[in-house]
């Protein structure tokens, strides 16, 4: 528990911004949001009922009882634990009982040494009738932002719908567009430090009212949950706990509301991006930036730096990690490149240019082949399948395929949606440990063919998997029930007259240079 305390001082110590910055952080927060939110509306028992008999049974040491016994007799403690909401939400007090949390530390890596602090994650397990208090009211207020539009459009972090594959399905679409279309596109992955450890709460209460609209007993019942948070460390070989120390800085960790919370937090940090003319986009704390021009107007770079010395100033509250900030060039000879690193060194900036970044779990090369991707994957996918093939004789049938499908097929269709346009060469990779999988789980014979095998198990091959994916993403976004990002990247092709093909549903092709990225065309 010291340690890590320690290592949360030692971070905001490092980070604690001027009078100067603060002012510039406090004007970028006197946005006045023209919605409020001003009450909690009030449950019923039957919404309770189905609330607890859905969620998951995990039981917190802090626990009255057991979270299976709880579900076992919800008709009976259902009206007494309304009482105990209800008259949370209406006086915007949440009981101190329901802001301790229970750390249990994690080793990271099983031959890591187990003496050392530093070794350890840390696992925040709350009251299970805190997490039933905190879920009514994330509802509460996830309706009201949607309803009013308040999210940032381009944050796929602990939003329903979004996730890693669509934000970078949009990142990866505008970088081959502008590729095709003759420019040089720069990608730069920003790096947070213990982001979520380090919000400053009376920052997040100041947005919670100016930028959300957040007024009245709902934002006295958010300064109650922040205020006088407890925690402390129990082993599970241990039963005697640590001392109890006060949360002082970050979003609860293992609460249903600290990512909302986070998310919430980064709130201004679209418009700042976007008075530089960059495009970005962000998942939780990974924020992407990216820009293209013509190799003969690298203006978009002096626009790209000073993006990041407006954000590093922005978020000096938070602990940028500048010199783990990767930047990705895609196109471009070695002349345009030596430009490009002479504007970073004039802005102050370390131009750490790679051939390879990982984002969001996906290898990016700087020319999209995605090979470097495939490699790994395969890799990946071999590993899991010797491991499942040394335990075949053991398992049935159903069995090996739920941990195909959990550890192989997974991997496969993780962000696949890439993939569109790579040489049969690059993807043929992954057809292979496909078969590899089929020929484990129905015990066929290696020289067999393999097509009967997967049409026995309903398996698409890897390339139809793809277009899949792919179509079922443009289904969405012609019928409107895709993402706001993915959706303004289709057009409806619309003839100048009236033609037979006016209803057919037909998609207008972009006008680009057919020139060849990575294997895209």
């Known amino acids: 528990m010291s340690f890590f305390n320690n290592k949360l001082v030692n971070i905001r110590k490092s980070i604690v911004p001027s009078s100067s910055v603060l002012a510039n952080i406090s004007a970028s927060d006197d946005i006045s949001c023209p919605h409020h939110l001003s009450n909690f509306d009030v449950i019923t028992v039957e919404e309770i009922t189905v609330l607890i008999r859905s969620m998951k049974s995990t039981t917190c040491p802090l626990d009255p009882i057991p979270t299976k016994l709880l579900k076992a007799t919800v008709s009976v403690l259902a009206e007494p634990i309304v009482n105990i909401i209800n008259t949370s939400l209406l006086n915007g007090c949440v009981p101190k009982a329901l802001k301790i949390a229970v750390i249990s530390p994690l080793l990271k890596k099983s031959n890591l040494d187990c003496n050392n602090p530093c070794n350890y994650k840390l696992i925040s397990n709350l009251p299970f009738l805190s997490k039933i208090l905190e879920k009514i009211v994330a509802s509460q207020i996830v309706k009201y ?38 420019q040089i596109s720069i990608l730069m992955l920003l790096d947070l430090s213990a982001a979520f450890d380090t919000v400053d709460y009376t920052i997040l209460l100041s947005r919670l009212g100016n930028l959300v609209g957040l007024r ?43 990512p909302l919370f986070f998310s919430l937090y980064m709130l201004p940090l679209g418009d700042i991006i976007r008075k530089h003319n960059v495009n970005f986009h962000s998942y939780a704390d990974d924020t992407q930036l990216y820009v293209s021009f013509k190799p003969d107007d690298p203006s978009y770079v002096v626009s790209l730096t000073n993006c990041f010395t407006s954000r590093k100033l922005w978020m000096s509250n938070l602990s940028l990690n500048s010199s783990k900030t990767e930047v990705l060039v895609v196109g471009g000879d070695a002349k345009t490149l030596d ?29 999209l082949s995605f090979v470097s991707h495939v490699n790994a994957l395969t890799k990946s996918c071999f590993l899991q399948l010797r491991s499942i093939a040394k335990m075949q004789r053991f398992l049935c049938r159903w069995d090996s395929e739920k941990l195909v499908h959990a550890f192989v097929s997974s991997r496969l269709d993780y962000c696949n949606a890439l993939l569109l346009g790579c040489p049969y060469q690059t993807v043929s990779r992954l057809q292979l440990r496909q078969n590899a999988a089929a020929r484990i789980v129905t015990r066929t014979r290696k020289y067999d063919h393999i097509t009967p095998v997967l049409k026995s198990l309903h398996w698409l091959p890897v390339s139809y998997r793809v277009d899949y994916k792919i179509l079922l993403l443009t289904y969405k976004a012609i019928h409107g029930i895709a993402l706001a990002y993915l959706c303004e990247i289709i057009n409806l092709y619309i003839p100048g007259r009236y033609l037979c093909s006016l209803d057919a549903g037909y998609l207008k092709v972009p006008v680009i240079n057919k020139t060849s990225v990575g294997g895209h065309t």
């Open 339 to 367: 430009t490009i690193a002479s504007i970073f060194t004039t802005n102050g900036i370390t131009f750490k240019r790679t051939d390879c970044v990982k984002d969001l779990g996906v290898l990016l090369d700087g020319k």
């Open 216 to 258: 009245g007993t709902v934002l006295k019942w958010f300064e109650s949950y922040l205020a006088n948070r407890e925690q402390f460390v129990l082993k599970s070989d241990d039963s005697t706990p640590s001392i109890s120390t006060t949360v002082q800085y970050g979003v609860p960790q293992g609460s249903v509301l600290g």
């Open 145 to 182: 932002l949607n309803h009013h539009n308040i999210f940032e459009k381009l944050q796929s972090g602990f939003r329903t719908g979004h996730s890693t594959e669509t934000a970078l399905t949009r990142v990866v679409n505008d970088i081959i567009i502008s590729s095709d279309a003759g």
